[in-house]
């Protein structure tokens, strides 16, 4: 994502290596509200008409900083500030949502929960993205193995496929997050955007290294000057490795991820907005290479 100066002077400070399994949903410092719709805008201010910094998926617990009116300021597990409407959340009131008991995580790019243990006879109640979190009430077993019945963030009941969920997500090899990352091919660039119906640059990035464990900052010039990594040399380059793009290191504005044979995988707007795998000898990218960067 390119940063811009007024964006930047709401970044918090940048965020420590967390190896724990990969989620998006670490808790925020006090979690009192929970995200309730598939995906969340998160604003640079109290109204629809200013830009996107960042979003949150369903499942996500997020920490109340301000309110004003119908809106809130809040702030991610990833330390990201923004502001969303109330109607997009929901009150935690004894603990965060799915920090406890069984959890379904959504493991496919979309998934739907349904009414009834059905996918023809009712429309789905929601459609989820990649990473998204629901409490699991219980298991279908003999006929209805294939369904698990799951409360979602406002109350609600619902069944979702098991084939569209894991209980027991694991941690990413670098070979198996490049993997990842090809099966989100052709999905569009979406300015602020932190999910499969949409990602932009460093969002993109931000979850494959969250695949793998690693809790990274959101934007690509932090996560060029996070302490997280080390600087790498293009000759020296590794699969795995990050990419940054742009004016100097001081103006970085695009970030990608190195899959080896001289080639990276990225989300862009450029020639076609979307996830591509480019070469890095092609233009503009060989002029605009500024930084590389190995998680320690």
Not at 59 to 79: F, R
Not at 190 to 212: A, I, K, N, P, V
Not at 221 to 249: I, M, P, Y
């Amino acid at each position: 994502m390119i940063p811009n100066p007024a964006r930047s002077a709401r970044i918090v400070a940048l965020l420590t290596v967390a190896m724990t399994l990969p989620s998006a949903f670490a808790d925020a410092t006090h979690p009192d509200h929970v995200v309730t719709v598939p995906v969340a805008n998160m604003y640079s201010s109290s109204t629809e008409k200013s830009d996107v910094v960042s979003q949150a998926v369903l499942g996500s617990n997020v920490t109340t900083l301000k309110k004003k009116g119908k809106w809130l300021q809040v702030e991610t597990s990833d330390q990201y500030k923004g502001w969303v409407r109330r109607e997009v959340l929901h009150a935690n009131k004894t603990h965060p949502y799915a920090s406890n008991g069984s959890v379904a995580q959504v493991i496919n790019l979309f998934a739907n929960v349904y009414r009834d243990k059905d996918v023809t006879t009712r429309a789905p109640i929601l459609t989820l993205p990649f990473e998204a979190r629901l409490e699991v009430l219980e298991e279908g077993k003999d006929n209805n193995a294939r369904w698990l019945e799951v409360r979602l963030p406002d109350g609600k009941e619902g069944w979702i496929q098991r084939g569209d969920i894991t209980l027991d997500p694991k941690i990413l090899t670098i070979p198996e997050s490049i993997e990842l990352a090809k099966r989100f091919l052709g999905i569009p660039y979406l300015w602020g955007g932190r999910s499969s119906f949409g990602y932009d640059c460093s969002g993109f990035t931000q979850m494959l290294e969250r695949s793998r464990g690693i809790f990274m900052p959101r934007d690509a010039d932090q996560q060029a000057a996070w302490d997280g990594v080390v600087q790498v040399d293009r000759k020296d380059l590794q699969a795995g490795d990050l990419l940054f793009f742009g004016e100097s290191e001081k103006k970085i504005t695009h970030t990608g991820m190195y899959i080896g044979n001289g080639e990276f995988i990225h989300d862009t707007t450029n020639t076609h907005p979307l996830v591509q795998i480019s070469r890095l000898d092609d233009e503009p990218w060989t002029k605009l290479l500024v930084a590389a960067r190995r998680v320690k």
